[in-house]
């Protein structure tokens, strides 16, 4: 949060704990000899199961760090988005969305998102105002924290529907 001059406001710390869960015995002697398996946790928290993309020789079974990354900025533009509607009195019945993102590699084994596309289908309350339902999502996108920090756009494709 800014305050007024542009000064930080407040700062939020977060912490988690990483584990490789991948040794199968011979750590990292080739390649192919061990699994990307790993573990995040945060106390007061279900552990998440992770691994690489199944095209980095990862579990598909397991969440991805591009997963979550597309889910992260998902999440967090529905949290901004019922909290600019709450405010501006457009009452959200329901939420969904499906994101997609893509992502490059380069021929070095670097790679980048190019875009994340957000696709959520809001149903407001009968007599909600649609169209001003459907511009704030521009003012959810301007406040999600997660958008702000990625270095890709972030596109929006709502679809609004009345209840």
């Not at 584990?19 to 990307?36: L, P, V």
């Not at 106390?43 to 591009?66: C, I, M, Q, V, Y």
């Not at 105002?129 to 003012?139: F, G, N, W």
């Amino acid at each position: 949060m800014l305050s007024k001059g542009g000064a930080v406001g407040h700062r939020h710390h977060y912490a988690i704990d990483m584990q490789w869960t991948g040794n199968k015995g011979t750590g990292t002697s080739g390649y192919r000899d061990y699994a990307r398996d790993h573990e995040i946790a945060a106390p007061g928290k279900p552990t998440l199961a992770g691994s690489a993309d199944r095209t980095f020789h990862g579990d598909a079974a397991r969440w991805n760090p591009e997963d979550l990354l597309i889910g992260a900025l998902s999440a967090c533009h529905l949290l901004s988005y019922l909290h600019v509607c709450a405010d501006a009195g457009v009452v959200v019945l329901a939420y969904t969305d499906h994101a997609e993102g893509v992502m490059e590699t380069a021929p070095n084994g670097s790679g980048r998102f190019q875009n994340v596309t957000l696709r959520p289908r809001v149903t407001v309350a009968a007599g909600s105002d649609v169209a001003l339902a459907r511009d704030l999502h521009h003012s959810a996108h301007s406040k999600c924290f997660i958008a702000n920090s990625v270095n890709f756009p972030v596109e929006n494709e709502p679809e609004i529907v009345v209840a």
